[in-house]
């Protein structure tokens, strides 16, 4: 057994590690993980936006086994969402412009979360508004409903002005944070999420937190576009749209690191191009006690289930039988040695691309255009 001690600035980070050879079973590792007032037996959830309200992951995944579904975000009232077209591939990655389209809070309440209630499914619920009194008032709809948290989105970036992207102000995210702890039940964990296009996330982090946010979810989408060459114009109705998937994954884990790093004892959900069990490893070991896994549910459906096997075998791997021994591990020091992985990294587990894709013609390799990738490697190997 290996004890740890301490990390530099006193916290403690003590945990038990077996050596090799001793490796846990799979399945003997316990994945419970703590956000706030809930503890969930999983740490794998789904991403707002990419799994609607979770019926149609149903048929691929054990909702009730993940650690819940949340859900696309709702409110006040219904939307219909940005002109089409709503999204663009890019390389590794996608660009959506959706514009919050939702059915209003009513409807949701009375159709998809009774729908997830009615199955088992843990619902977090995110919400979002044009004005602090609408999420106030989203936040007092929601009271006593059956969900096991409130994601507080403050960072589409499709909205119709900057102004109402209220994570790019600390007063502004704050007094949302605060007007939806007031509106909430005190035993309901309220987490913010968190847009990376600011200057200092450390700062929008906390104040959120001060203002009452059980924990944070970072990050929401990049704004990016993407021109067609063909019609020499935007590919998005919308002009700009919010960038996804594994483009966005070394920017959203140093999200995670920095926010870990500057509030060590705030639980945080990560999220951010997450496609195997060892992209969600990394983003434990960052700090986020647990994950979100989007963009891949587009492609391969059964991703939530997969990812959360996936970590559970890392983590057996690397002798740890506890998921909580590895959040916030990366940040100990150089010094501080813990048994390392079987493999270099990434090599012990299988390619996360499934053997075929539903409804694409035979030899249909990936739902990512990797042809600008393809092109460069050619382009360096003809150097
Ligand atoms: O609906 C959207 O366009 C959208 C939302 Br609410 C969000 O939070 N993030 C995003 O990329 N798109």
């Known amino acids: 057994m290996t004890e740890m001690p301490s990390t530099p600035e006193g916290r403690k980070m003590s945990i038990t590690l077996r050596r090799s ?18 503890t969930v037996p999983d740490p794998v959830f789904t991403a707002s936006g990419c799994a609607a309200s979770g019926q149609e992951l149903a048929p691929f995944n054990d909702l009730t086994a993940i650690g819940g579904v949340v859900t696309k975000s ?19 990655g996608m660009l959506n412009s959706i514009g919050l389209q939702g059915p209003g809070v009513d409807v949701f309440i009375k159709r998809d979360l009774a729908w997830l209630e009615e199955h088992g499914v843990r619902a977090v619920v995110s919400i979002a508004g044009s004005t602090i009194e609408d999420y106030g008032k989203l936040a007092g709809k929601l009271r006593g409903k059956p969900l096991a948290m409130v994601e507080v989105n403050i960072s589409c970036p499709n909205v119709e002005d900057r102004g109402q992207v209220f994570a790019c102000d600390a007063s502004a995210a704050a007094a ?10 005190s035993g309901v964990p309220v987490f913010a999420k968190l847009s990376p296009d600011v200057t200092d996330l450390v700062s ?31 590919a998005l109705a919308g002009v700009t749209g919010g960038l996804s998937g594994p483009a966005i994954r070394p920017l959203a884990l140093r999200c995670v690191w920095q926010v870990h790093q500057a509030l060590p004892d705030i639980p945080i959900v990560g999220v951010g191009g997450i496609r195997t ?3 969600a490893l990394q983003f434990i070991l960052a700090g986020a006690s647990a994950v979100q896994v989007g963009t891949v549910i587009f492609h391969d459906p059964g991703a939530p289930a997969r990812v959360s096997r996936e970590l559970r075998e890392a983590l057996a791997a690397r002798g740890m ?6 959040i916030g591990l990366g940040h100990r020091p150089p010094d501080m040695m813990v048994p390392e992985a079987p493999e270099p990294l990434g090599a012990e587990l299988s390619p996360a691309e499934p053997e075929s894709y539903p409804g694409y013609p035979p030899g249909y390799e990936s739902g ?4 600008y990738e393809d092109e460069a490697m050619r382009l360096t190997e003809d150097a």
């Open 204 to 234: 929008i982090a906390t104040a959120c937190v001060d203002a009452g946010a059980s924990g944070l979810t970072l990050i929401n989408t990049t704004l990016g576009m993407v021109i067609d060459t063909k019609t020499m114009r935007p």
């Open 74 to 92: 709702i409110q006040l009232t219904a939307r219909a969402g940005r002109a089409t077209p709503r999204m663009a591939e890019t390389p590794s």
């Open 277 to 279: 069990g060892l992209d």
């Open 321 to 326: 039988d506890r998921l909580e021994q590895a």
């Open 368 to 371: 990512y255009d990797t042809s």
């Open 21 to 38: 050879g001793e490796a846990p079973r799979h399945s003997a590792v316990d994945m419970t993980t703590t956000l706030g007032s809930l």
């Open 176 to 185: 949302v944070v605060a007007a939806v702890r007031r509106g909430t039940a």
